[in-house]
């Protein structure tokens, strides 16, 4: 086998691959002699088929399970005894004249492929003991704890039916339909909807003309739509509701006490205080670890610079881009409405792929120089955990693991009976691996860097940190929300929104 170097431009690499055709013929002849004994064909004995007769029927048959082998072999082979890696799968190129081709399975012209592919670059590490960042801690106090165990009260709150008219605080129960110039609109109507008087979950002005209004009474309420609501048909269009009020009912005080507990399947309210807390402690704990890791990563950015795989940068480009447009799609709005063009926010969005992938290669490097490892274990409970996002959709899920490669890894049993077997496709689990390692490396790494603890207020932990990647475009937003931040944790699931959207729109931005 021959192989020739031709082309080696940057980080790209082209091979031209030979092997002559009396070393495919060699090779074939050890395959008929493998399966003499094993084929059966009419008139000849078992194990007695002479060669000659079965490369006559088998050979070419034979011949291309051996390219096929070849292409899928060779090229791992070949770079590694030449100590490169390849970015992406390499693509191979073969002869696409069927005559030249059937040659090659007759073994009457050598086999000639070519393998084109990007090269890892080299990445030398290096010291990390001069990155210094500052980790934000807030200290959780008892009015911190009781102010959200007051809003878990306030949502278990009962309410009973009453007469007289409504006033902020009640709870009114209504059938209503909404129209734009006099038409019904989709998602303007419901029925038995359960509003709380001042809870502002309706558009401005919807819940203030309710206030007054009695068991059975029906009247129309006009609103308009904010010009940013996120409906671009309603947006800034004055609307009409029908409202038929057909309950309107008090709160009950709100107790803080054992029997609240009890009412959330707890024991004590000391035992509800401590689970408050430590679910506090574990939001701030998340946020204090965005906020280092982005230090991180900010301070490897500049640390290291070098030309990356082309490849990468545009499957990362793409998943980036198609994120932003789906943005756009949902909130109705243009590129214009953002100041800034196309053009312009694709290269400001290209400059964010080609950081993701530098830094995700350096990341890589560091983990595997420092033996950092995921276990099956790990991943098994990182799938878990993900699937406990879905609640109700755990077989969908399961079967999506199933059928799709590379999705997250083939599953050998049912949910929660036995375990997750990644091992089976190992490129598949690659997208449960990946933000495991990541996160794994930056452990290491905190271990290696100047870490200072600084006492923070909860507002300062939770203000935006506008300097740290607010381009001069608007489109800073949209960068949060499709890339946050080259390296989110995870990013949530929007909530199920519902289907009146006379009802404001509830935040659809991830806690960084």
Do not use: C
Not at 109 to 126: H, R, S
Not at 161 to 173: E, F, I, L, M, P
Not at 404 to 431: C, H, I, M, Q, W
């Amino acid at each position: 086998m021959q192989v020739i170097e031709t082309l080696a431009q940057g980080l790209k690499r082209e091979l031209k691959v030979v092997i002559p055709a009396d070393e495919m013929e060699a090779r074939m002849n050890e395959r008929l002699v493998e399966v003499k004994d094993r084929v059966r064909i009419n008139g000849f004995r078992p194990g007695k088929v002479p060669v000659a007769h079965l490369k006559k029927v088998y050979g070419k048959s034979i011949m291309a399970d051996l390219v096929n082998e070849i292409v899928r072999e060779k090229p791992t082979e070949i770079l590694t005894s030449r100590g490169e890696k390849s970015a992406t799968q390499p693509e191979i190129g073969m002869t696409e004249d069927e005559a030249e081709a059937d040659k090659i399975l007759k073994a009457e012209a050598d086999f000639e492929f070519t393998v084109a592919y990007e090269i890892i670059p080299p990445i030398e590490l290096k010291d990390a003991s001069g990155i210094k960042v500052t980790r934000e801690v807030v200290d959780v106090g008892e009015d911190e704890v009781n102010e959200q165990i007051e809003r878990i009260a306030e949502s278990a709150r009962t309410y009973e039916s009453k007469k007289g008219k409504a006033a902020n605080g009640d709870r009114v129960t209504i059938d209503y339909l909404g129209k734009v110039d006099g038409e019904a609109f989709d998602g303007g109507k419901d029925e038995d909807a359960e509003l709380v008087l001042g809870s502002n979950r309706f558009i401005p002005g919807f819940e203030e003309q309710l206030v007054g209004a009695k068991a059975g009474d029906e009247k129309t309420i006009t609103v308009t739509f904010p010009a940013d609501y996120p409906a671009a048909n309603l947006a800034g269009k004055e609307a009409t509701f029908d409202v038929t009020v057909k309950d309107v009912a008090a709160a009950a005080p709100i107790e803080i006490n054992d029997e609240l507990a009890t009412k959330l399947g707890l024991e004590s309210v000391d035992k509800l205080k401590e689970i408050v807390r430590g679910q506090i402690e574990s939001q701030f704990g998340s946020i204090t670890r965005q906020k280092v890791k982005r230090q991180l990563l900010d301070q490897l950015d500049e640390l290291y610079q070098f030309d990356t795989p082309e490849r990468l940068v545009d499957a990362e480009f793409e998943n980036i881009w198609r994120q932003i447009n789906t943005d756009l799609q949902q909130a109705g709005k243009t590129f214009a409405d953002e100041d800034t063009t196309e053009e312009e926010a694709r290269a400001e969005y290209r400059k964010l792929a080609q950081r993701r992938v530098r830094l995700g290669l350096v990341l890589s490097e560091i983990g595997e120089k420092a033996g950092v490892q995921v276990s099956d274990d790990e991943m098994q409970n990182s799938l878990f955990q993900q699937l406990r996002q879905f609640p109700g959709q755990e077989k969908e899920i399961i079967e999506y693991f199933r059928n799709t490669p590379g999705a997250a890894a083939s599953l050998r049993a049912p949910l929660f009976e036995e375990k997750v077997d990644f091992r089976n496709t190992p490129g598949a689990a690659a997208s449960l691996r990946a933000p495991l390692f990541e996160e794994k490396v930056v452990d290491h790494l905190l271990t290696e860097v100047s870490v200072t603890d600084k006492k923070v207020s909860k507002e300062e932990l939770t203000a935006e940190d506008d300097a740290d990647e607010k381009p001069a475009k608007k489109t800073a937003s949209k960068k949060k929300a499709a890339a946050k931040a080259d390296a989110a944790e995870g990013e949530e699931a929007a909530a199920p929104k519902r289907k009146a959207p006379a009802k404001k729109k509830a935040s659809d931005e991830s806690a960084e």
